[in-house]
């Protein structure tokens, strides 16, 4: 569709978009649970369809609905599928209830509505009565776009409110996938066939001859597996072994949003955190006893003070280490390992920014690299240098004896002249005495 020559009839015709031969689709979304209920997504389904079948001037496109809450655009799939398919042509124009349905915050709203311009679609926005065909309708769309983002600041702010009271009164807040525990109104009850898992993780773990690498095997091997029917990992190990719920203390506060816009989250210091022991056991009820707890995680900081304290090349013998660095954020890329049903129990690597690695996965658009694709790369590089190896290493040693021969000069050119003797009389020693 000719954008410009679409806008020039309406103006010089005074026609609106229910007069103009179009093929018109539609996009619903729901905003609340509430809503759902009250106002479903299947009536406004009902509603575009009617509207756009009835109305003898337009072609009916069958219509993109998500039944997910979200304000990001990019996470909506129905959404992402729309913009592809209109700029593939397969419509002119998107019917939508509101701005905020389509987009809750401005940048969305001007950048998706833009690009589709620029591909001769429209988007109507029914009860802000806003098309971007109009060449007037960026004004409006700003504003309104503004007023979305504002309400989802503003319920970012109540919702943050609700949790830190819910915390102050104890009520255990996050997701319920917390081995060992069922939740249940905001309290946990103990889920015995898991907590036979977990009782056997501190048990084996305060002995002190197992590490989590080793337990992961010896729960694979007892046939515990994940929520998702993987393998269990070291790392959630680690984790069930440091989490203070497990000796029935109540524990929140720990992580906070800081900005509403990008969901970023932050891990807060321990010394923020709410902590206290539940002495009823009604909210969190302990699976092990509090000195079993206090033994395990001894021997956790002691171990990982261990680790600490070595060069990192020790940690992680990849021969990648330090060689991977991501774009975005100049940041090194770390190795992370999983398993999956596929793998069989056997680890996988991978390479990951340690931006993302650390604040998650919307901190950084970089890609994971599998560490088999990286030999694979090499492997082919080296086939094709193979004829000619011992030019290359050739040129290799003559690089690395230029770079020796400057950093000796460098050196040189800093040291003092006592310090000059000193090295000079130390070198001669060493060969008196080889």
Not at 198 to 223: A, C, H, P, Q, W
Not at 262 to 267: A, I, L, V
Not at 353 to 378: P, V
Request: glycine letters at 6%; a positive charge; hydrophobic letters at 30%.
């Amino acid at each position: 569709m000719d954008i410009y020559s679409v806008a020039n009839q309406m103006k010089l015709e005074r026609k609106t978009i229910f007069d103009l031969p179009l093929r018109v689709t539609f996009y619903g979304r729901v905003s609340t649970t509430r809503e759902e209920q009250e106002n479903s997504i299947e009536n406004q389904i009902s509603y575009f369809t009617d509207l756009i079948k009835n109305n003898p001037n337009w072609t009916y496109v069958e219509g993109y609905v998500d039944r997910i809450r979200g304000e990001q655009a990019a996470n909506r799939e129905e959404f992402m599928r729309m913009i592809e398919d209109g700029k593939n042509g397969e419509f002119d124009l998107i019917l939508t209830k509101e701005v905020s349905r389509f987009a809750r915050n401005t940048i969305d709203s001007l950048t998706y509505t833009r690009d589709l311009l620029r591909c001769g679609v429209g988007v109507f926005f029914q009860n802000d009565n806003i098309c971007t065909i109009d060449t007037d309708s960026e004004l409006r769309l700003t504003i309104m776009s503004s007023i979305a983002a504002d309400e989802v600041r503003k319920l970012s702010e109540r919702v943050r409110w609700g949790h830190k009271r819910s915390i102050e009164k104890g009520a255990v807040m996050g997701n319920s996938r917390i081995f060992g525990y069922d939740k249940d109104d905001c309290k946990l009850v103990i889920n015995e066939p898991e907590a036979e898992m977990v009782r056997f993780i501190f048990e084996t773990y305060s002995t002190g001859d197992y590490s989590t690498r080793k337990i992961e095997d010896m729960l694979f091997n007892k046939g515990y597996r994940g929520r998702n029917g993987t393998r269990i990992h070291h790392n959630t190990i680690s984790g069930i072994i440091q989490n203070p719920k497990y000796k029935g203390y109540y524990c929140g506060n720990k992580v906070k949003i800081v900005d509403y816009r990008t969901k970023e989250q932050r891990f807060l210091p321990e010394e923020e955190w709410i902590m206290y022991k539940d002495e009823t056991g009604e909210v969190v009820p302990a699976i092990v006893d509090e000195d079993l707890w206090e033994r395990c995680n001894q021997i956790f900081a002691e171990r990982s003070a261990a680790i600490k304290s070595r060069e990192r090349s020790f940690k992680d013998r990849s021969i990648f280490t330090g060689k991977i660095w991501c774009a975005s954020h100049m940041r090194p890329y770390w190795r992370t390992s999983y398993s999956n049903s596929r793998s069989k129990g056997q680890s996988i690597y991978q390479w990951i920014c340690s931006e993302k690695k650390r604040f998650g996965a919307k901190s950084c658009t970089s890609i994971a690299i599998m560490e088999d694709e990286l030999y694979t790369m090499i492997s082919e590089y080296f086939k094709d240098i193979a004829e000619n190896v011992e030019e290359y290493v050739n040129d290799f040693i003559k690089i690395y004896n230029r770079v020796i021969r400057l950093r000796l000069l460098k050196e040189k050119s800093t040291m003092s002249r006592q310090e000059l003797t000193k090295r000079k009389t130390n070198v001669i020693n060493s060969l008196i005495y080889m």
